[in-house]
């Protein structure tokens, strides 16, 4: 296997320099008939994953899978934050908070931190079922992120700041807060690696801060896309991020801002659905990067997960349809189970839909390991 | 009376005399009588009679044990000899040599009977010890003990002969036995290398014994039994295997084959291949057969399967954007259009297969290559006679330019240029007319209409003709009315003194050319780029898209339309030709049109007469993408991801998936402040969140 890919290189050609790229989808491959003798039947797994029991009985807003084992912090709009073993399939803990529960993320395998509705950020202690307010802000609490460099948290706030706490100095709110930053709108979206601090507020805009030097945004961007920022999420090898909009879309972006650099960047059309001639566009709510490949999973409210190759611009996997929107992804550390939210995202308003539901695939190898192109110059 | 023994019976009779000499003393001292004395002496002799029977008795009585014991003795004797299988050492020695003493006899005896019976109990140790190994082997091979008792009465050598040699076969079979199972062994070790599985495991599941290496293994009839089967069992599973792994060889070596694989890429499945014709036995390397290495292979198969789809898909556009290429250059309708479109999704759905496709797509594409050729002649008229119009139109332009006379820069190449077009243009009316009858001929040759770009080329010509006469028509009243006019600015000119500019009017005219944008109908742009089933996809998708936008460039257009119209009515000479809906609307108005906008057929309708311009416009605006076809429509995708402009954001409340409108749930939140809309997202419309006034103040 190793030598195949040294060999693969050789398919790698420089993608052209569209910026809509239109995302080359493979057909799934036909059972051939020589080989179909022998084939062994392995016992088919459900075609959406395990179902985790005991799962929240409102919107889930957000859920992870800790760094150190297959634990998953799931927040939902029930005021709890559950703690599951996805492997084991147990519910580990709950933790009720004063209002809907918008992210949550985890410190280490026994705390985790979380936004809420309530205006607070909190501390969770999971095995002494403890939860301790690190802070406030002055509106609900969008999304929560922990820096492992800096060892601080990090929350984006509707009140238009972004904050960052000490979590080791629990006893004073005073002592907890490091910081607050202006942002120009509402913060939507967060995301981290390794210094660098993505935030994507309403109004479009994106800033990209240095944790290091937080005293204003290394650079000031706004979204390529058109529509309303949905979720950012960075690369894992910290060159770019993506960024995708309720308008079925996901731009992908480089931090390096050279003229060589931002020729890189391009967007890509997804979960849409043609209809009689119309196109129906879905807002794509969550992006999850694959630990290892580096491709990366799109989910949305047409309830399809899609896995992306994003450098050889190509879809490389599209699972099948979940009842519901896709409202969070997640892989975990070794990127062999995706954690998949299917719940609904409350985008057209109130009204009657599936149960919330987390599934919790084995993700197989094809399915997220990149294809090189498929001979650019096909001969004769 | 310590007297020594020899003179004891002496001295008895000494004494017996002396008694009997004091008895008669007495007897005479007491003076008994005779008869007394007698009786008394007779009663003595009795006594002394009984006790020497006694004592012969007793004496007889020892000798009779004596004998019996020397003759047990002898049987004894008698009895281990014959047990040993020896001659007798002992038989009757006591009747050829003189007759010795019981005792002595005994004496003799009892040591030969110790030895033999010493020897006994060694050959029987002998024995035990050889039936001890035979029984051991037979439990190992049967498993089952058949317990041999050692018969005693039998322990002769030729008996030990025998229990030697048996013991010995034993022994042969039981290492002949261990020969076949360390055979077996090695042979299922062999399988397993091969099959990539465990040994050990394996052997263990045979039996427990055999996986130990210390251990005496088990070679009972069970276990090699069992290990034969565990063999064949297994030699069924490569066999299998195998034919698994030639057949995907196989299939392998044809994928390569097909698609010229690298060497480089063969190589890694070179151990695959190789082994395509091999019998079983010649299949030995380790893990050749494991469930994993043939995965791998299959893995491989599949991926090049996919990649020779993807690759004859590939094949297939290749080929009809070649067929698109050709129609187009030829000005060709390609007449199975959408059969095609219909095929490639076909193929896509994995119902056709992409060969046959591409075959069909190469007879297709052979016989609009020679369509093509035999259209060649006329098209290059064609061609003239177009770049003739084009000049035509150009030069009407130039005409109608008040400062053409000025002198600019290039001033002299633009005279040159229509000192040219004007003999250009006088040539027309005979290129006009060769054409027609070239094409007349070649209609009658061929018995088909010549079509170009789906029109009849006959139509065409002769719609010019008629324009061109219209055109005559309209410009001599143009002149007369240039006259009238003149009069009239003289007139004016003696009431006010002065010439209006002339300028005014064309400020106009060209603020609507440029609206004109690449919108309206293409299809009848001479330019034919837009006829190609790609650029179709595209402007569909694009007006197909339930946004806004399109609307409202639409309704820019429309207006910009009347602009144009308003400025441009003055009759011009151009190339009015296929559009010209008094003359052929039927032919241009079905089906072509659906697939653009449908701008362009509203416009047909409502506003029949200025359609003329319009046309005219569009071709001159879109040379360029006639010019190099393959792009279709840049500005469309380009405008989608483009930054957008102030008047996105009160589309932004309602998200603008097109899914929001289809389906009847309202958006509620439309927050209107001083015709300011601010977007929300759904948390925040869930959660009933509002921006709080002073926040409002800083956004507006």
Known sequence: ?380 | MSTPSKDSLSQVETTCGSLLYELKIIWDEVGEGDAERDKMLLELERECLEVYRRKVDLANKCRAQLRHAIADSEAELAAICSAMGERPVHIRQSDQTPRRSLKAELRAILPELEEMKKRKSDRRNQFLEVLEQIQKIEKEINATSSNIVLDETDLSLRKLEELHTKLQTLQREKSDRLKQVLEHLNSLNSLCLVLGMDFKQTVHEVHPSLSETEATKSISNDTILRLASAIEGLLEVKIQRMQRIQDLATSLIELWNLMDTPVEEQQMFQSVTCKIAASEQEITEPNMLSLEFINYVEAEVSRLETLKSSKMKELVFKKRSELEDICRKTHILPESDTSLEVAIEAIESGAVDAGSLLEQIEILIGKVKEEAFSRKEILEKVEKWMGACEEECWLEEYNRDDNRYNAGRGAHLTLKRAEKARALVNKLPGLVEALAVKTITWENERGVEFTYDGVRLLTMLEDYKILRQQKEEERKRQRDQKKLQGQLMAEQEALFGSKPSPIKPQSAKKGGRLSMGGVSNRRLSLGGAHATPKSDVHSTRAAATPNTRPAKKLDRQLSNKDDGFGSQLTGRRGLETAGNKKHNPNELEPTFRKPFSPISSKVKVTETDMKHEMLQKTFQTNTSPFITPSKPKPTTTEEENRIPQKNIIPILAFTPCAQMQTTMTPVKTMVHEEEVVIEYSFEERRAGFVLPRSHLKTMV
């Open chain 1, 1 to 380: 296997m190793k030598t195949k890919k040294k060999i693969f290189q050789k398919f790698e050609f420089k993608p052209p320099k569209e910026f809509e790229t239109p995302f080359q989808i493979p057909n799934p491959p036909k059972p051939s008939s020589s080989t179909g003798t022998l084939k062994m039947t392995a016992a088919v797994p459900p075609l959406t994953g395990r179902e985790l029991s005991n799962p929240p009985s409102d919107g889930i807003s957000n859920l992870r899978f800790s760094n150190h084992s297959d634990n998953l912090l799931v927040s939902s709009w029930d005021k709890i934050v559950r703690l599951y073993d996805a492997s084991e399939n147990v519910l580990r803990g709950e933790f009720t908070h004063g209002g809907a529960v918008l992210d949550c993320c985890f410190h280490d395998d026994n705390s985790g931190f979380s936004a809420s509705a309530d205006n607070t950020v909190r501390r969770l202690v999971f095995n002494q079922q403890r939860e301790d307010i690190l802070g406030r802000h002055d509106a609900p609490v969008r999304c929560i992120e922990y820096s492992y460099g800096t060892g601080q948290v990090i929350s984006g706030s509707w009140d238009k700041t972004l904050k960052c706490w000490d979590p080791r100095g629990a006893s004073s709110q005073e002592r907890t807060l490091v910081g607050t930053y202006t942002q120009p709108e509402r913060v939507y979206s967060l995301s981290l690696v390794g210094n660098r601090v993505v935030v994507a507020t309403a109004g479009r805009h994106v800033n990209v801060y240095d944790l290091r030097n937080m005293s204003q945004p290394e650079q000031r961007r706004e979204s390529s896309l058109k529509y309303q920022t949905r979720c950012v999420q960075c690369y894992p090898n910290g060159t770019g991020y993506a960024l995708s909009s309720v308008e079925g879309r996901v731009a992908m972006e480089f931090f390096d801002l050279t003229e060589a650099g931002q020729s890189k960047k391009y967007a890509f059309k997804c979960h849409r659905k043609s209809e009689a001639g119309r196109d129906i566009v879905y807002p794509v709510n969550t992006i999850a990067f694959h630990p290892v490949y580096g491709t990366f999973a799109t989910g949305g409210c047409d309830g399809f997960v899609n896995v992306w190759d994003g450098n050889n611009k190509k879809r490389l996997y599209q699972y099948s349809k979940y009842p519901t929107s896709i409202a969070a992804l997640s892989f975990s550390r070794d990127g062999r189970l995706l954690a998949v939210a299917s719940s609904y995202t409350y985008e057209e308003g109130d009204k009657p839909h599936e149960p919330d539901a987390i599934f919790v695939r084995s993700v197989n190898e094809v399915e997220v390991k990149p294809k090189p192109k498929v001979y650019p110059n096909p001969a004769t």
